[in-house]
């Protein structure tokens, strides 16, 4: 209770007093101890930073015996430390924290929280080895506990400090969303709002920019401590809201403690931002930064985002940028006809008919005063119904717009590659030469040397079409293997449209050929890259897809750690608004259970199995499969419902006709159940047969399986410490024949 009340200004002097004296009279008229007392006294004054009574309280408590009402070990050495920092003594400080740390004393919250409040001393004391360690071990023990944001804070402080701008940026971004946890802990609300305010202002200060987007930072619980906005900040805004929230909690917290301690560690942190030290770190880190894109004012400018956004699948965005050029006066035909267009593709991908047949009709206006051969060229183009070798036919009139008669051309190669694959026969070497005819026939039409002279409008939407049928090329060169011919075709098509969205859309290209040449790690760097540059382009939902890209393709290449860094990435960038994709979540929970994180992974298991459930159609192999990660995540976190899991699995098992992963099910379960455990599983097309496990707590027990099944099969015998005998209570073993105890196995 002392505890909680110094640690927000809302209680006065007078109230923790009281409190203490309360403690202390109590422990006193029950005949205890006081070392509990002198504890809670000792930490009060340090908090309070009233230097000589805390000195004179830890003279005190050293010289009291402990009894089993004291502190444990791990809070003693961790009172000290605040009375070294309070003295000023940070080399004095860190070395009672390693020493804690080296010992293992350990509690809920030690010795991490000691641990991340000297990073900064060890720093300054040139303990670079122990510092590094000890950042290592205080992210591990403190990223997934909202409780220890003092100490994520702290840890961010310290990857800005080593150079690891990257890694601390996305340390805020994680848990900045942490400052509205228990509002009564002001304390660690101000530690960390000055911890983080130093990351955002180095960040800038190192190169960065003060317009990349904070993710997370639009959290409505932040409202409690920050003032409330509709969109993430920027890095600049969010460090000057976060230096005014360490500044007025110094003050209230200065005039209950009648000193300046908290006005001291706000220039001690201010000062923090000019320094530097040069120490290596190891964790995976993925942080693109996202920067707010500028609001468009000119029709150019439009076009160009509608563009941009059409390059990036992003559909909101591009019917909005769509239909500011569509409403605007000096809006040349070319850059209306693609307007239309393009938010047609995209409003018929949502399902909006009316957007759909509104913009096919300025479609054919724009196309009406650009010449009678674009109208009919248009009119078999703006319809996807349409057949494809009719339009590229109507390519020969010369006063077509170029560009429309390119994408004629490209949709004809396109379906034709399309139809050929679902025939029978497959691709014939004779169709795709006709199809490459095609598309060579599209890149003259729209070639930088066509097209000069012509109207500026002309030549920009002539370079989008040359894009999509370098895009095409390189796509259908990819389908039939010739992996790379295709990457050199998708670099001509980044050269034909220079721009972030193209940018990243072709690295996502790149990635998917790389992908089906077997190169996983090739085509998780590709996708990184598309991640990063959809973020700078403030595209954050394409980046997010990117980034889950990525991480699945660590998943393949066995690298779990790196898995889990992008799926936490293209998360933050997804929100919380709705759920994240069934398949992303999947991937997603196994890459953080095996980089330790059960607890964050049994989530997203069990939504998993909430989503199947839901589904009728799911089969039963799914849900078992499920039910098995589920249990796994359960059983690392202690829980013994995995059993039940696990029980629930092997009935699904079987039911799918998966008898021996049903088997493996039930002998899992029976490792989390001491007594009897028993079920009947229906084999397909047979008799029931049942697995019956009989436990006894006692050392010298040993539990037998006994099963019924048809005589076509028959359980496969383990030899002796196979995974039949795995260890159940403390020596129980299992008969591993199909009918009764095997002799060899189980005596």
Request: aromatic content about 6%.
């Amino acid at each position: 209770m002392p505890g909680i009340l110094t640690g927000s200004p809302a209680f006065d002097r007078t109230q923790i007093d009281a409190v203490l004296n309360d403690m202390e009279a109590t422990f006193r008229d029950a005949g205890l101890g006081l070392s509990a007392v002198a504890s809670a006294r000792f930490e009060t004054a340090t908090s309070l930073g009233d230097l000589a009574d805390a000195e004179r309280l830890g003279e005190d408590l050293e010289s009291l015996p402990r009894d089993n009402y004291s502190s444990c070990e791990a809070c003693i050495p961790a009172g000290y430390v605040d009375l070294e920092l309070l003295r000023r003594d940070g080399a004095a400080a860190a070395q009672i924290a390693i020493s804690a740390w080296r010992e293992h004393q350990v509690c809920a919250h030690e010795p991490e929280t000691m641990l991340a409040r000297t990073l900064v001393a060890m720093l300054e004391s040139g303990r670079l080895e122990d510092a590094a360690e000890a950042f290592d071990f205080v992210c591990r023990s403190s990223r997934t506990e909202p409780d220890k944001l003092l100490n994520m804070a702290l840890a961010a402080q310290f990857a800005s400090l080593t150079g690891h701008h990257d890694l601390a940026l996305d340390l805020v971004e994680r848990h900045v969303g942490w400052l509205a946890h228990d509002a009564l802990h002001e304390r660690a609300h101000f530690t960390a709002a000055l911890a983080f305010a130093v990351v955002l202002e180095r960040y800038v200060a190192c190169g960065g920019s003060a317009d990349a987007v904070v993710r997370a930072s639009a959290d409505p619980a932040l409202a409690a401590v920050l003032p409330a906005v509709d969109e993430p900040r920027t890095v600049a805004d969010l460090g000057r809201e976060l230096w005014a929230l360490g500044d007025g909690l110094a003050q209230r917290f200065d005039e209950r403690g009648g000193n300046d301690l908290y006005a001291r560690e706000v220039a001690a942190a201010r000062a923090l931002v000019e320094r530097s030290w040069e120490v290596p770190l190891t964790q995976e880190v993925f942080a693109p930064v996202s920067i707010r894109r500028a609001a468009p004012t000119t029709t150019q400018e439009w076009f160009a985002a509608a563009v941009a956004a059409n390059v990036a699948y992003a559909g909101i965005d591009a019917i909005e940028a769509a239909t500011h050029v569509l409403a605007s006066a000096d809006a040349h035909p070319v850059q209306r006809l693609r307007a239309a267009a393009i938010r047609a593709q995209h409003a018929g991908a949502m399902g909006d008919m009316a957007t759909v047949e509104a913009s096919h009709e300025a479609y054919m206006e724009s196309a009406n005063v650009l010449g009678e051969a674009t109208v009919r060229l248009a009119a078999i183009v703006a319809s996807e119904a349409g057949p494809a070798e009719p339009a590229a036919a109507a390519t020969e009139h010369a006063d077509a717009v170029p560009s429309t008669r390119a994408r004629a051309l490209v949709r004809s190669a396109s379906e034709s590659i399309d139809l050929q694959l679902r025939s029978e026969e497959g691709m014939t070497e004779e169709a795709f030469a006709w199809a490459m005819e095609r598309l060579d026939e599209a890149d003259v039409i729209v070639a930088p040397d066509a097209v000069a002279g012509l109207d500026e409008e002309i030549g920009q939407d002539a370079a989008f079409a040359r894009y999509a049928v370098l895009a095409t090329r390189g796509t259908l060169l990819g389908r039939i293997g010739a992996h790379e011919d295709a990457i050199a075709v998708f670099a001509a098509a980044e050269a034909a449209l220079p721009g972030r969205a193209v940018t990243a859309s072709v690295a996502g290209m790149r990635a998917k050929v790389r992908e089906a040449a077997q190169d996983p790690v090739g085509a998780g760097a590709e996708h990184d890259r598309a991640a990063t540059e959809f973020a700078a382009a403030g595209f954050g939902g394409t980046a997010a897809f990117a980034a889950f890209e990525s991480g699945r393709c660590a998943i393949v290449a066995g690298d779990a750690e790196r898995a889990a860094a992008r799926f936490d990435y293209g998360a933050g960038l997804w929100g919380t608004s709705e759920p994240l994709p069934f398949a992303v979540r999947w991937d997603y929970a196994q890459a953080l259970l095996a980089t330790g994180e059960a607890d964050r992974a049994r989530e997203l298991a069990e939504s998993v199995l909430e989503h199947e459930l839901a589904q009728p159609q799911t089969s039963p192999g799914s849900l078992a499969q499920t039910r098995v990660f589920l249990a796994q995540c359960m059983a690392e976190s202690g829980d013994q419902g995995a059993g039940e899991q696990y029980a629930a699995a092997a009935r699904l098992f079987v039911e799918d006709g998966a008898v021996h992963a049903g088997a493996e099910a039930s002998l899992r379960a029976a490792q989390f159940w001491c007594g009897r455990y028993q079920a009947d599983l229906a084999l397909p097309g047979s008799s029931t047969w049942r697995v019956c496990w009989s436990v006894s707590p006692s050392s010298s027990s040993r539990w037998r399986c006994w099963t019924f099944a048809p005589s076509a099969w028959r359980m496969p015998t383990m030899p002796r410490g196979g995974r039949c005998c795995r260890p159940l209570g403390r020596t129980a073993r299992a008969s591993t024949t199909v009918t009764r105890s095997c002799g060899s196995c189980c005596g």
